[in-house]
């Protein structure tokens, strides 16, 4: 840990979202129905609940929608269950959106007329690739290109309503980025050494603590130092690959629908991205450790499949998840994805689509009548192939994923997202 010197070291929380599960009509076959107000009623677990990307343009412009999807998905669970913030979007900084701080204003006007405002925060998860500088610490800076469209906005609007900064935190990609200059040891907290910042004087014993106070250097800059800030997300993968062996194999840009939520053990790419949760696909634990209070009091730990065993280290060789071949996203490398926005309009959409595969050079032969990606034949899987290809082809800069509003950047892959796409809202747990 860094030497304690800096505000936030007072008043700093973490707070770890162990669960991520889609929300949809229980009626709706093909999808995971959680119905978390009767779930969680009584059981004074903190809950945040996300306003999901693709409701972002209907939020921002209506305030019936967010008056109607408060009444609906906050109010009526409250003060039973103990939602404790609204996070809007989910790195929506992937690419600059006009929608998410307008829609933060929304929901949070929503929340007045319930007289909610006062215990339940808003916010939005920002990924940490909203940083142009993030080493050293003391150096850290938001990209120029967020700065006025959406940072200072976001962070003005943060501060009026006194809520926090959400930041999803990964050493692990820092890691597997820089594995020439970053030690392992440094990014698993197991530095004796340290480095010394020269900016701020502090020596840092772990990646961690330098992409925290990197993103409070990118808030001082802007002179929004009092600001808090919370990790929405964090984590290690528990299997991993060789780097030598990773390949970015892709069929269809991943935008076919699949039947059933998709899994994390599912998800495309390589084994890491498959490897992030707390169960095998066969509901044995990843990590033996003690999940109630039971288990902390007896020594054991029952999973869910019955069977207890004692609490102690996991040991010994895990098979790694198979990939899910066939439905490989060619963005396997990237964290964000480009999808079509069907609320646009087909006319809209048909001439994204026309200027993707034409002037845009995506080469859309895969999604011709009788190609490997024709099906599912509708204009918004096609487009979202074109619109994806174009994204990734042009190394997911920023503006890349619009086309005139008839896309917008999504963080699972297209595949997954659209057995989502129905989904009216989504939870995590603290």
Known sequence: MATPNLFHSLFFPIIFFLYYFPIASLSDPGLIGVNYGPALSGSGISVTVALPNDLLPAASTSQYFTDTWVQSN???YTPATKIQAIAVGNEVFADPTQFLVPAMNNVYSSLVKFNLDKSIKVSSPVALTAL???YPASSGSFRPELIEPVIKPMLNFLRRTGS???????????????????????????????????????RYYNLFD????????AM???QFEDVKLVITETGWPSIGDDKRSR????????????????SAHRRPGPTSERNYGLFYPNEDKVYNIPLTLEDLNTGESKPVNETKTTVLPVHGTKTKVPDNSGNVSTAVAGRTWCVA??????????????????????????IQEGATCYDPNTLEAHASYAFNSYYQMNARGSGTCDFGGAA?????????????????TQFMTQ
Request: net charge negative; proline share 3%; glycine share 10%.
């Open 408 to 424: 917008y950047v999504v963080t699972q892959p297209p595949s997954a997202y659209s057995s989502l796409s129905n989904s009216q």
């Open 220 to 222: 001082n800059a802007l």
């Open 247 to 262: 390949s970015e194999r892709g069929q269809c840009g991943g935008v076919q629908r699949q039947p059933g939520a998709q």
């Open 74 to 76: 906050i109010a009526a």
């Open 341 to 366: 926005n069907g609320k646009v309009g087909e006319e809209k959409l048909q001439a994204a689509l026309d200027y993707a595969c034409s002037t845009g050079g995506v080469d859309c032969r895969s």
């Open 132 to 134: 142009a500088v993030s």
């Open 210 to 217: 330098v992409q925290i106070d990197a993103v409070f250097a």
């Open 164 to 202: 926090y900064l959400m930041m999803n935190v990964y050493p692990f990609f820092a890691y597997m980025g820089n594995t020439a200059q970053i030690s392992l040891d440094y990014a698993l907290f197991r530095d004796k050494q340290g480095v010394v910042d020269s900016g701020n004087g502090l």
